[in-house]
């Protein structure tokens, strides 16, 4: 045995003694399901493969990648280059830096496996942090005192913190002031970005934790030949991998929201150009009242496009006169609009134009390349890296073809396949609800039928519901209904403000919240706090352009069903269903009202499958059962 092959073993046993030795140790439970997997995860890590891993609820998958990646680092080195990690939400990459590393640094060290805590660094675009140059001068600008106290607070604490994202309070328009421009030339040595950038090239970190945004930036600058923005690394990590198509159509393409049109309005106001502010509000104030307004999921982006002729006349206006006599930063944001509204006004044939949700949970307009599958071949998946792409929602069952599609895999032996099944007991702790006689979508009075449903649930599981809906209209609609039938428990709506909101619905007892968008995947509520989980319907994604495009390449729209319609909506089910059950000691009721998933209807098969194994029942009263056997008594106390 060669001495490569060795360490290769070697590194397999310290992921064997980390498991089944060092982490029971400190009260985690032995998962054989992850051991697997982390296992797998190593040898894709070793061999430059590409692995792409569905693992279930409760498997642990966080730690089953940061243990292979550092028995890869630590026996077999990654010629000191460092592991990356990318994911898709600043929560898990706070996670894996200050909770999942701390503890996986103290039992090796504990158990003399290394020396020093594992070093991991955060990476972020540049908008996540401060100029020091920008933020002085707004504290110059700002009267403090007639600011809201909270607010002016967390300006003030800029001056000790580089990451925006810990500044809470800190307003929309502060942080779009204070941030660091997209074309930074600062050769100030005293600057604290510049400062971390070269901390982030020359120090040790065994991980550098990024975003998907910045990985495929990162790559397409490198398949352009421009310069890397990440520093060299072989083994690259994709958490919350399912995320990556979407990431991937707004890198190689362009969006333009609300907020790109009105920080260009502030930005000219605060130069004075005031005569261009005002044009610029009434040519482009009616897209901007769509674009603010929640997204039409129904409606068409010709909608939005035949609002852009008064901007897209009015743009081109503004530049010649004052273009040149702008800030750099307010003549960048100046031609990135024109140019944008330019795109979306030309409809270019090699272009793809559609709506999505914005962060706002407003409307914004997509444009992406129309072969998006073959870009990410080009820039991505390239030989020199080994892939380990991660995530509850990858395979519908254990079929990954779709993710593969969309992503561009190429078929080969590169590519290694496996599911990780929850560990969580779900035939125990779940019941799956398809009433005999649903509501008929198709009936004159279906909301009223739909909000009886509805109303009935919640009474029977005495509030700790959550109801996802596929669309704010039909949200709304039910909303009004509920509220006529004078339900007991409280009712929230999950709007722009969502974590204020959310975090509102699970401090209070027995409530309700109404929700849609992204609330079907991100939102943890473990516990009792979400007992009751009802879909109204199958999450079927809406006709756009994006899906017209895509039709073009099946013979038949049955075809085209069966292969993306389907395999979409069951993995968008599967992430609302994980909004049900986190934790081992869970328990609730899941509640499709779709008529088309019920017992010998066309997507019975199709629902059963995308989900776990459980008892199904067709009546109200087994619900009421189940929840009275599964909770305990203070559950149901009454409610004041």
């Not at 990410?376 to 509850?392: C, I, K």
């Not at 073009?552 to 069966?562: A, D, G, N, V």
């Not at 899941?590 to 776990?612: F, Q, S, T, W």
Request: aromatic share 6%; proline share 5%.
């Amino acid at each position: 045995m060669n001495t490569i092959e060795m360490e290769k073993q070697k590194a397999h046993a310290l992921i064997d003694h980390i498991f089944t030795d060092l982490l029971p140790a400190q009260g985690m439970a032995e998962r054989p399901e992850q051991l697997k997997l982390s296992h797998r995860m190593l040898d894709t890590m070793l061999e430059g493969g590409i692995a792409l891993c569905d693992a279930g609820t409760g498997i642990g998958k966080t730690y089953a990648y940061l243990v292979a990646a550092v028995a890869a680092d630590i026996r077999m080195g990654t010629c000191h280059r460092p592991i990356l990690i990318s994911t898709s939400s600043i929560a898990l990459q706070n996670a894996v830096q200050n909770e999942y590393l701390p503890l996986l640094s103290c039992v090796l060290m504990a158990d003399s496996v290394i020396d020093q805590p594992i070093k991991a660094i955060i990476r972020k675009g540049k908008s996540h942090y401060v100029c020091d140059e920008r933020l002085n001068k707004r504290l110059r600008q700002v009267n403090l005192q007639k600011k809201d106290p909270k607010a002016a607070e967390a300006l003030r604490s800029l001056r000790g913190r580089l990451d925006m994202d810990g500044a809470q309070h800190l307003s929309g328009y502060d942080r779009e002031r204070v941030c660091v421009p997209s074309f930074c030339d600062c050769d100030d040595l005293d600057c604290r970005y510049q400062r971390f950038l070269k901390r982030c090239d020359t120090d040790r970190h065994i991980f550098q934790i990024c975003n998907h945004n910045l990985l495929l930036a990162d790559a397409i600058h490198r398949s352009q030949g421009k310069r890397p923005i990440l520093p060299e690394h072989g083994i690259i990590i994709v958490d919350e991998a399912h995320r990556l198509p979407e990431t991937a159509r707004e890198m190689f393409g362009l969006k333009l929201t609300a907020g790109d049109i009105q920080s260009l309005i502030r930005q000219l106001r605060t130069e004075r150009y005031l005569l261009a502010a005002d044009v610029l509000t009434d040519t482009a104030g009616p897209l901007l009242r769509k674009l603010t307004a929640p997204r039409e999921e129904t409606g068409t982006i010709d909608e939005y496009l035949r609002l852009l002729t008064l901007p897209a006349h009015s743009l081109p206006v503004i530049v010649k006169q004052i273009g040149r006599l702008l800030t750099p930063q307010g003549r960048r944001q100046l031609e990135d609009l024109n140019n944008a509204i330019a795109l979306f006004n030309s409809q270019r044939s090699n272009m793809i134009f559609y709506t999505a949700e914005d962060d706002e949970s407003g409307t914004m307009l997509c444009a992406t390349v129309s072969d998006l599958t073959e870009q990410m071949r080009r820039t991505l998946w390239r030989p020199e890296h080994a892939f380990v792409l991660a995530s509850g929602t990858l395979a519908v069952g254990d079929d990954f073809h779709r993710f593969r599609m969309q992503v561009g895999l190429p078929d080969g032996r590169r590519i290694t396949e496996s599911v990780s099944l929850s560990p969580f007991d779900y035939r125990h702790n779940c019941l799956l609800y398809l009433p005999q006689d649903p509501p008929n979508q198709c009936a004159e009075g279906y909301y009223d039928e739909l909000a009886d449903e509805v109303a009935d649930l919640i009474r029977a599981a005495w509030g700790h519901a959550l109801v996802l809906f596929t669309s704010y209209a039909a949200m709304s609609a039910v909303k009004d209904k509920l509220q006529e039938r004078e339900l007991r428990f409280p009712l929230f709506t999950l709007g722009r403000n969502a974590l204020h909101m959310t975090e509102q619905f699970r401090q209070t007892p027995g409530a309700v919240l109404l929700a849609t968008g992204a609330a079907w995947e991100g939102f943890d509520f473990p516990g009792d706090c979400v007992s009751l989980l009802v879909i109204p319907r199958l999450p079927f994604a809406y006709p756009d352009a994006l899906k017209e495009k895509e039709r073009e390449e099946y013979h038949s729209l049955r075809e085209f069903i069966q292969s993306v319609a389907v395999p979409e909506m069951q993995i968008k089910l599967r992430q609302g269903f994980g909004r049900a059950i986190r934790t081992e000691s869970d328990t609730c009721v899941v509640a499709i009202l779709d008529e088309r998933a019920g017992r010998g209807r066309r997507y019975n098969k199709a629902v059963r499958e995308a989900l776990p194994e459980m008892r199904v029942t067709g009546s109200l009263q087994a619900v009421t059962k189940f929840l009275r056997e599964k909770k305990s008594e203070d559950y149901f106390e009454v409610l004041v």
